[in-house]
């Protein structure tokens, strides 16, 4: 779909003939629906490249109250296509560049390059397969054997032995063969990435409102003319969906009957308190024979642990009534998992666990991102357990579909990768390590 030009900006006051002025509708060239790291990363881009007045609209009191602000936000870049890793690795440059991407000398976020490890499991062919692709798309990967991985991470236990995860039945463990760690990869602290985004956007003359819900849109002869909002109405050429997962709710608005099938997805996080026989650093570790991912916290005095199950992302839910906890079954295998990969553990203090949303496109598990069937209705949704490493380099890809320039730093993948428009994506797992 054609990249849209945009109009001049416009005025907010006219003068009656009488002389007394008359107040208008506000307007804005770009309206972007959600602060989240989306909206917030695809302002920047957009004012970036262009002096187009942009008003960023939130319902939350504040930032992170979506999908971003329960993000584990791992920065890694293994996945199986080769244009998701180039995507994921676009915008993982971006935070570890992070001072320079902002143009702000001290930000609050920065990626805890921990490194990311992927456990061998005894199949070196593949993990150096793997490893020399990375390789190949410019990521920085790093193979070890056991004894490698001993003096790296000393706590983490190679074992190619799956955990009985049902009856919970000890084993003895043996070697792990090949591992492979991404060893510029790692986590970001999402809320203080999106306080960061605020921070540069304001001065550049993003307006970013809290307590502001879009209620309604307009349209003339098909395109996007005004959004309706709690406080009042902008007239505008071109609204920005990046809802999250509220974003059907927000294509119901306008009309558009998305055929992707997006789902608001209850995600289980457990975290608990590092305990200090837990020797050494604690990396961003995958471990698929587990079920689990987890990475270090607070300075490392926590860990947090999710799943990488593909069964535990099929609890579909309304974003605004769902469990906000987790549940004791899945914390128990979970932590189950995590005491047969990470020595030292003992007895596990300080556990508790919360549940957060994010919104799998269900047919390929990757974003939708770009220009719409409406005219000036962009889209970036169904970010799944990708978005936040993705933000920026989404943000670069609905910044080019807007404003028609490239620029230094966009990503190389191409829009048409992700767009509205596109064949699905044959893809082998459908899991968050898709
Ligand atoms: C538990 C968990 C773990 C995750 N782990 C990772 C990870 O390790 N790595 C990774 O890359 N990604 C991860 N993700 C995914 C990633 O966090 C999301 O894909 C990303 O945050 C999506 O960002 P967003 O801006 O689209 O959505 P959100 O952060 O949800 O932002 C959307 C915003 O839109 C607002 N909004 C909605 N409707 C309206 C409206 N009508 N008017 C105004 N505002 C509105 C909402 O209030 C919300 O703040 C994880 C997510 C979760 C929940």
């Not at 978005?387 to 380099?393: E, I, N, Q, R, V």
Request: hydrophobic content about 40%.
């Amino acid at each position: 779909m054609a990249a849209r030009r945009l109009p001049p900006r416009s005025m907010t006051c006219v003068r009656a003939p009488g002389g007394i002025p008359q107040r208008m509708a506000e307007t804005a060239d770009i309206v972007i629906a959600g602060a989240g790291i989306i909206g917030l990363c695809a302002a920047l881009q957009i004012a970036k490249r262009s002096r187009s007045k942009i008003i960023v609209l939130e319902k939350g009191a504040g930032p992170g109250e979506g999908s971003t602000g329960a993000s584990s936000a791992v920065c890694r870049t293994k996945y199986s296509l080769d244009r998701t890793v180039v995507l994921a690795r676009d915008g993982i440059a971006a935070y570890r560049n992070w001072p320079d991407f902002l143009a702000l000398g001290d930000p609050f976020a920065r990626l805890h390059q921990t490194g990311v490890l992927w456990l061998g499991n005894g199949d070196a062919g593949t993990t150096v397969r793997e490893a020399e692709r990375l390789k190949m798309l410019g990521v920085a990967v790093a193979t070890m054997d056991d004894a490698g991985l001993a003096e790296l991470y000393p706590s983490v236990n190679p074992c190619a032995l799956a955990p009985d995860l049902v009856h919970g039945a000890p084993h003895d463990c043996i070697a792990g063969g090949i591992h492979m760690v991404e060893t510029e990869g790692g986590y970001v602290d999402p809320v203080d990435a999106l306080q960061d985004l605020l921070r540069v956007l304001r001065p550049r003359g993003v307006e970013i409102r809290f307590g502001a819900e879009v209620t309604g849109v307009d349209l003339r002869s098909g395109d996007i003319s005004s959004v309706r909002w709690s406080g009042g109405e902008i007239r505008t050429p071109v609204l920005v969906n990046a809802a999250g997962p509220w974003c059907n709710a927000l294509n119901g608005l306008v009309g558009l009957d998305c055929p992707w099938p997006l789902r608001p997805t209850r995600i289980q996080i457990v975290h608990i308190d590092r305990p200090d026989t837990v020797v050494g650093p604690v990396p961003t570790c995958a471990d698929p024979l587990g079920g689990i991912y987890f990475r270090p916290q607070n300075r490392g005095q926590q860990i947090v642990l999710g799943s990488v199950l593909e069964e535990d992302e099929r609890e579909f839910v309304d974003p605004d009534d769902f469990d906000r906890g987790v549940d004791n079954d899945f914390a128990a295998i979970k932590l189950h998992a995590l005491q047969h990969r990470l020595r030292g553990l003992g007895h596990l203090r300080g556990v508790a666990g919360y549940s957060g949303l994010y919104t799998i496109n269900d047919i390929d598990v990757h974003p939708v991102v770009g220009a719409t069937p409406v005219g000036g209705y962009f889209v970036a949704n169904g970010c799944s357990g990708h978005g936040f490493k993705l933000a920026p380099a989404i943000g670069s890809l609905l910044a080019q579909a807007i404003i028609g320039q490239r620029i230094a730093g966009d990503t190389e993948v191409d829009a048409s990768a992700l767009a509205y428009d596109r064949a699905p994506i044959e893809i082998a797992t459908r899991s968050v390590l898709a």
